[in-house]
């Protein structure tokens, strides 16, 4: 039972609900440049008041309200943006938990969150095309999750089943590649390097962390916990 995916999910749920309470008190849900964007946990990186480390992995536990934008009132409790990564969440983590193990896959999404912000930071700095201040939302950590399943055995060589691996690849490749032309068609709204930092992030995690040993993986090395 994918326990930890449940738990993430249900973590995503209660953050977005405790976020659409707090964010009127402090400008509304529209407010994503000014003290209420700030306040729930988003980052600005260049404002003082934004760029502490740890936003870099809070401003991915924060969705947009409504469909992409919200006026505030009750549809402020209602989210296609969390909807959707709730969704993802549930379909990468019940293939990843039980071939990498609850502690891998949850280290993995903190891990690549971080990067994946970290590159929509650095992007937004040097004033990339498509680049944006704001940003917000799981999916870099998420695609830190599909480019963990894209390296899976590729360095490590176990015996794993040659099937799994090639049937997960090919899936990974075609949600990279819609991933891709929807970063680009709504490009106002997602955030395409996050989304390619976290994956190559996860893709890295993948070439040093095996599967489990159940799956044809093996225990983890000490140096690897």
């Known amino acids: 039972t994918p326990r ?7 973590t995503f ?11 009127p008190r402090y400008g509304g849900p529209g407010d994503y440049s000014g003290a209420g964007y700030l ?3 988003g980052i600005a990186f260049g404002d003082p008041a934004g760029s502490d480390w740890w ?14 934008n919200s006026g505030g009132g009750a549809s402020s409790y209602l989210s296609i943006h969390l909807l959707v990564n709730c969704y993802s969440m549930v ?19 903190i891990a690549t969150a971080f990067a994946a912000s970290g590159v929509s930071v650095l992007a937004s700095t040097l004033n990339l095309p498509f680049s944006d201040s704001i940003f917000l939302g799981a999916s870099g950590g998420l695609m830190g999750l599909l480019g963990l399943l ?20 090919r899936g990974v490749l075609i949600s990279l590649f819609m991933t891709v032309i929807l970063g680009f068609t709504f ?10 930092g976290g994956f190559a992030a996860g893709a890295l995690i993948g070439l040093v962390i095996p599967p489990v040993r159940a799956v044809g993986g093996r225990d983890l090395a000490l140096w690897q916990k």
């Open 4 to 10: 930890l995916t449940y738990a993430m999910v249900a």
């Open 150 to 169: 894209f390296t899976m055995g590729r360095v490590q060589r176990h015996d794993l089943p040659a099937g799994l691996t090639h049937a997960l690849r």
């Open 91 to 109: 379909i990468l983590g019940r293939v990843i938990e039980p071939i990498y193990g609850r502690i891998t896959m949850l280290a993995t999404f």
């Open 39 to 41: 306040a729930v946990g």
């Open 55 to 68: 936003r870099f992995l809070s401003t991915a536990l924060l969705h947009v309200p409504g469909f992409f």
């Open 13 to 23: 749920i209660v953050i977005f609900l405790i976020k659409s309470t707090m964010w």
């Open 187 to 196: 490009s106002g709204y997602i955030d395409n390097y996050a989304h390619l």
